[in-house]
């Protein structure tokens, strides 16, 4: 099977700009989820989605916010966009049931300038 | 959430045993202790994971202590690929969703 691939793999933004990432999960796999990585505070959970619903969110501003389509690829958006901003934003998914391991994507390096 | 507790750095030589260690004092009876590992430049990859008995695969042996408040991963023969981050991670099991609290992990650096 094909890996988790996120797109696009680099991204440069300007401050107060907006951005959508694309992730697109392991065939088969319905739970999508978003982790932020930054040097200071490291991988933070953003939010998980399962069969296009949100199931659970991070301590992260309304800024951030996510999309699940049928076919199970999520996408994630960030609104106004701030120098904080800029980070490694990685995508996993997992299948429902039994399964415990979460496969991640290689990651978006967003870089808000 | 329930907090972990790993040292920040370890080195360890190639082709030797490897045990990172794990503090989880606060681990309730529904917390799964997981193990990832990111390698420079990629995402992180799932190591192993258990709940109370010690757990073998094929990358890694997980031993559990019988308190579970702490757990150690270890490595049967570092070697240079195995140079990662390594994170201890206390998963809810009674969650009905999956969310991992990754800590500030292990840098292993191995040594040729």
């Known amino acids: 099977k094909a890996g988790v691939t996120q797109t696009p793999r680099y991204l440069i933004k300007t401050r107060g700009q907006q951005v959508t990432l694309s992730c697109s999960p392991i065939?088969?796999?319905?739970?999508v989820s978003w982790y932020q990585q930054t040097p200071g505070q490291g991988l933070q959970f953003l939010f998980e989605?399962?069969?296009?619903?949100?199931?659970n969110k991070g301590n992260f501003p309304g800024r951030f916010s996510g999309r699940q389509f049928s076919n199970s690829r999520s996408e994630m958006n960030v609104s106004t966009l701030e120098l904080g901003d800029s980070a490694l934003y990685l995508c996993?998914?997992?299948?429902?049931?039994?399964?415990?391991?979460?496969?991640f994507g290689p990651g978006t390096r967003l870089t808000v300038t | 959430d329930a907090k972990t507790t790993q040292p920040n750095s370890m080195e360890s030589n190639e082709e030797e045993p490897v045990h990172l260690p794990c503090n989880h004092s606060?681990?309730?009876?529904?917390?799964?202790i997981h193990w990832y590992r990111q390698l420079p430049s990629q995402g992180p990859e799932y190591v192993i994971h258990?709940?109370?008995s010690n757990v073998n695969n094929r990358m890694a042996s997980l031993a559990i202590a019988e308190d579970r408040k702490s757990s150690t991963l270890i490595l049967h023969r570092a070697t240079l690929r195995d140079a990662a981050v390594y994170y201890c991670?206390?998963?809810?099991?009674?969650?009905?969703?999956?969310?991992?609290?990754f800590g500030k992990g292990t840098k292993l650096s191995v040594i040729p």
């Open positions: 606060t681990i309730s009876g529904t917390d799964y």
């Open positions: 065939s088969g796999h319905r739970s």
């Open positions: 258990g709940l109370t």
């Open positions: 989605y399962f069969s296009e619903t949100q199931r």
């Open positions: 991670i206390l998963r809810d099991g009674g969650a009905g969703s999956y969310q991992l609290t």
């Open positions: 996993a998914s997992k299948e429902q049931g039994s399964s415990y391991e979460q496969y």
